[in-house]
């Protein structure tokens, strides 16, 4: 497993482990390790990607701006959806909720910073 992928699953893990007790998590539904392994680099890839393109959109001042902020933040939601088999839909639903904090507040740093 590559460094970044590690880092990634480990950031899930631990965002999980401190908003969410131990005690509300169901057990997990089987899985295939791999695919579950595959969809979330997939999911962290996308999440780079379009990162990437909201800045260079954003301090471009370009027009796609505002479709990317949408495709960006839909990741967020897709984040949280992934992990809800696992730790339940309060769970994604806040993973969601942080991540889509995170996403305005740095869109909010770069139009001051533009």
């Known amino acids: 497993m590559g460094h970044k992928t590690l880092l990634c699953s480990l950031l899930v893990a631990v965002v999980a482990l401190l908003v969410f007790p131990l005690g509300a998590v169901a057990d997990p539904p089987p899985i295939d390790r791999e695919t579950f392994r595959a969809d979330m680099r997939k999911l962290w890839e996308d999440h780079i ?59 909010a740093l770069l139009a001051a910073a533009r």
Do not use: C, M, S
């Open 49 to 107: 990607t379009w990162t990437r393109l909201y800045i260079v959109d954003a301090i471009g001042g370009l027009p796609e701006k505002d479709a990317t902020a949408q495709r960006l933040l839909q990741n967020q939601v897709d984040l949280g959806n992934a992990i809800k088999p696992f730790y339940g839909e309060v769970a994604g639903e806040r993973l969601a909720q942080l991540l889509r904090e995170h996403i305005t507040g740095a869109a």
